[in-house]
């Protein structure tokens, strides 16, 4: 019997060497904060950081040790089920985050510590990167990421159907009603990254977005189809969405 348990967790111990030492694929990610997938790059392809949270396996770069260690928000991030806590307070621009609720910001430039929004703020439309005065809450419920509006209306972010495989970027927006149908796609947290998926679009990454000022300079968020920092759309920026759980949202 005492040889059968050492056996075994032989076993385990091996496994759990082999997963570490799994090799990420071409342009995936390969480390990170809160990251525990493969950090070990391809043959001729190195392990690039983009920003504390994410790096990528590159063609051709010099392979660098990737950050791993897990995040740790100050507060629990905004959970996935249940009921969001409303509030009057709980509008765009409040100074004090609810609790249960998260900011959501990007923390690459050129959009460093810009925060998710709508574009006329508390109402439906797009769904923009603005200023920390402005930033709204955020809780992701059930797959869909709810924001928090004045008088304890809600404001749901939808995504833009895919018209053909040629589109490479999907508009996100705010509705009064939640996201539904082929196209409603499902939000979720990795760590304190935002991430979406839909069942009828294989993507290489599930937290690539795109900020593409339009053309009265609002700073517009996309769905990245590609790969973060790959081809990226003339005039836009690639970027990851973080969670921020600070009192008030700050530069």
Known sequence: MKYAIASSACALLLAVGASAQATAPQWGQCGGLGWTGPTVCPAGWGCVSTNEYYAQCLQGATPAPPTTAPASPTTPIGGGGGTPTTSSSAASGTTTLLSGNSFIRAVEDPNFHQYLQSEVLGTAGDAVLGSPATAAQFQIVNGQLVQEVPGGTLLYATVEGQANSTVTKLKMSWSTTPASGANAGTFMWSGDTVEWSIPTIARPQLNAW??????????????????????????????????????????
């Open 210 to 251: 795109l900020v593409c000022p339009d053309a009265a300079g609002n700073k517009d968020v996309y769905i990245n189809l590609g790969n973060y920092d790959y081809m990226t759309p003339a005039g836009c920026a690639d970027e990851t969405i973080h969670a921020y759980t600070g009192a008030t949202a700050t530069p």
